[in-house]
């Protein structure tokens, strides 16, 4: 299997913050990545997909980057809705990983 | 409007068998991949598995094989999701999400079912 690694588990932010995350593949996956958000109690939500394309209705603010095993979600400038858990995951196998998630929390 | 729209939650007994089902709408069913996607309580996303509507056509990971059985009425357009024998291990959220692509990224999500299995 492939192993998505996150980084950081936790990140404490501020709004307004310039906020990064990173997802590491133990093998290379092309640009098969994506980004989700999942607030608690909620499904989560596509953000970003192909590593960079941001998904229709999504903000500018989020935006993703990286190929081959190295890639990064960053959010611009931090709004109050935008704290939540942050997940990639690849599909460049037919057997589909998360990565463990990154959590971002109020500072 | 593309919408998946899961079963209700569950509350069963180790052993006991169960079905959860995920509904689709707005959309070609056959034209979507449907995966199931496990959450355990306060933990992260777990892909459990893919099928393909079109031809039942299904993928599962190593961890859940032969543990679960996913499977599809296209008549329906429903995708299902099954146990034989649940564990207590087995308890968590369970959603289904759909992709366009054999690979791709899920596009559409379902609410959740909660299957909680307690004696």
């Known amino acids: 299997d492939i192993q998505m690694t996150q980084s950081p588990s936790t990140l404490s932010a501020s709004v307004g913050d310039r906020v990064t995350i990173t997802c590491r593949a133990s093998?290379?996956?092309?640009?098969?990545l994506a980004w989700y958000q999942q607030k608690p109690g909620k499904a989560p939500k596509l953000l970003i997909y192909k590593a960079s394309s941001l998904e229709s209705g999504v903000p500018s603010r989020f935006s993703g980057s990286g190929s081959g095993t190295e890639f990064t979600l960053t959010i611009s400038s931090l709004q109050p809705e935008d704290f939540a858990t942050y997940y990639c995951?690849?599909?460049?196998?037919?057997?589909?990983?998360f990565g463990q998630g990154t959590k971002v929390e109020i500072k | 409007e593309v919408q998946l729209v899961q079963s209700g939650a569950e509350v069963k007994k180790p052993g006991e068998s169960l079905k959860i089902s995920c509904k689709g709408s707005?959309?070609?069913?056959?034209?979507?991949?449907i995966g199931w996607v496990r959450q355990m309580s306060g933990k992260g996303l777990e892909w459990m598995g893919i099928?393909?509507?079109?031809?039942?056509?299904?993928t599962y990971s190593p961890s859940v094989q032969g543990q679960v059985t996913i499977s599809v009425d296209k008549s329906i357009n429903t995708a299902y999701l099954q146990w034989s024998s649940l564990k207590a291990s087995d308890t968590a959220m369970y959603y289904c999400?759909?992709?366009?692509?054999?690979?791709?990224?899920?596009?559409?999500w379902g609410q959740g079912t909660l299957v909680t299995v307690s004696s």
């Open positions: 093998q290379i996956i092309s640009s098969s």
């Open positions: 707005g959309y070609s069913f056959s034209s979507y991949w």
């Open positions: 995951q690849q599909y460049n196998s037919y057997l589909r990983t």
């Open positions: 099928i393909y509507p079109g031809d039942s056509e299904s």
């Open positions: 999400a759909g992709q366009s692509g054999r690979l791709g990224a899920f596009e559409y």
